[in-house]
């Protein structure tokens, strides 16, 4: 079946330093691949997403590219900002599976002024 | 603000009862999702309603169930609640069909305890 798998945090940072979230999957077939955030004390929210092989998705300074050769979405950000305090989630959707998300199991970031 | 909501927000139950958790999809949605997210897990799907009809379901018991309305609103029903269903429950609906991506848009969640 598929699977996601994440780093596991805490990941703590200072302001201003690079965030990298490591992510690979495992998939049957040719899935889309997102990363969602989730505030504290709100719902998921679609951070970027990827459909195809070498696509990159990004979006508000994050960036990640699907790598199909190493089955991998690994998540980046420059400068991050105390406002990323979050969790982040890895997740993959397959064609065939309407609406069904495989999720990771989350990295809490928090970022320290 | 995805335009999706969810009621209650917080409730607690005991072990045995039955909970029904609602949602309201984003206007022109006509398809919804129900995600189990326990304490600090990703999210699991339960099931998914196209049209009023479930057409996907995860690895969770028959007492799992729900019912999607002709206005697209949905409800999720949990039987003979045990410990282990507490958790935050989602619900994500989205647009399929047509050409559209089918993004799904969450709500910000129920949680349930149960004691």
């Known amino acids: 079946g598929n699977s996601v798998t994440q780093m596991e945090g805490p990941v703590t940072l200072s302001e201003e330093a690079f965030l990298t979230i490591n992510c690979t999957y495992t998939a049957t077939g040719y899935p889309s691949l997102f990363w969602y955030v989730q505030y504290p004390g709100e719902g998921l929210q679609l951070l970027l997403k990827?459909?195809?092989?070498?696509d990159k998705g990004s979006n508000k300074g994050f960036e990640a590219t699907y790598r199909k050769e190493t089955t991998s979405f690994h998540l980046e950000k420059g400068s991050v900002q105390v406002s990323d305090s979050a969790v982040y989630f890895c997740a993959l959707k397959e064609a065939a599976a309407g609406n069904k998300l495989t999720f990771g199991g989350g990295t809490r970031v928090l970022v320290k002024p | 603000e995805t335009g999706v909501t969810q009621s209650p927000t917080h409730l607690i139950k005991t072990r045995g009862q039955q909970v029904t958790l609602r949602c309201s999809s984003q206007s022109g949605h006509n398809t919804v999702s129900w995600y189990q997210q326990a304490l600090g897990q990703g999210p699991q799907f339960i099931f998914q309603y196209y049209r009023e009809e479930e057409n996907g379901r995860g690895n969770f018991p028959p007492r799992f169930s729900g019912l999607q309305f002709p206005n697209y609103s949905s409800e999720l029903n949990v039987n003979a609640l045990e410990l282990d269903d507490s958790a935050l429950y989602l619900c994500?609906?989205?647009?399929?069909?047509?050409?559209?991506?089918?993004?799904?848009?969450f709500g910000e969640g129920s949680r349930l305890t149960v004691l």
């Open positions: 994500a609906s989205s647009l399929l069909g047509g050409g559209n991506t089918g993004e799904l848009f």
């Open positions: 990827a459909t195809k092989a070498d």
